[in-house]
């Protein structure tokens, strides 16, 4: 039980990075989650943009993008336009600004697919978590650390905990598939 209970968080480990990614999903809706980890180019290096440039959301369907310096308002529309968001950027000496465009029914379904691949990648991420605690029950009892009884009485544990998760992660992705297709 106590291999169980150390390892549990790398169940919610596995969860919240799936809700992190998911954020990255575009609803239809402005959200700074969209652009902020874009690596932009900055003195040599790369940078992610929410650490060079305030991210705001002035209106449902625009990002607006104020960088530190204002040197680096051209850097930061070119590597939005490179990405694979899809979006214009519009520099306008100030800002950047990015309107958000209605996703057609295509897209949404498109966005559909890569949700539930994100989905998939999520739940096998648990599968191996499952797997690694499985390992590690199986050979105390063969160091004889605890009976055979006990390995099962775990295994029925464990089984219980990654169905709360799997449930959790379904729950996540019930709710962003419905705003994807809100129209």
């Known amino acids: 039980m106590e291999t ?5 968080k ?18 239809g809706r402005a959200s700074s989650a969209l652009v902020e980890d874009i690596l932009v ?3 040599g290096g790369k ?10 959301i002035p209106e449902p369907r625009m990002i607006a993008i104020a960088p530190w310096n204002r040197d680096d308002l051209i850097s930061i529309e070119k590597c939005i336009r490179e ?6 950027p519009i520099n306008d000496g100030q800002l950047v600004r990015i309107n958000i465009p209605d996703l057609t029914e295509e897209r949404r379904r498109e966005l559909v697919k890569t949700l539930n691949q994100k989905t998939e990648d999520a739940r096998v991420s648990v599968r191996r978590i499952r797997e690694d605690i499985w390992n590690e029950i ?6 004889g650390q605890i009976s055979q009884d006990e390995k099962f009485s775990d295994k029925e544990k464990l089984q219980k905990i990654v169905d709360e998760y799997n449930q959790q992660i ?13 129209i």
Not at 47 to 56: C, D, F, G, M
Not at 83 to 88: A, E, G, H
């Open 138 to 143: 199986q050979k105390r009892e063969d160091e």
């Open 4 to 8: 169980i209970e150390n390892n549990k």
């Open 10 to 27: 790398n169940f919610q480990k596995a969860v919240l990075y799936y809700e992190e990614e998911l954020k990255k999903i575009r609803t």
């Open 83 to 88: 990405s694979q968001l899809n979006f214009n």
């Open 170 to 182: 379904e729950k996540i992705r019930s709710k962003k598939e419905e705003e994807i297709m809100t």
């Open 41 to 43: 180019d900055y003195y």
């Open 47 to 56: 940078t992610s943009l929410k650490q060079i440039a305030s991210i705001t």
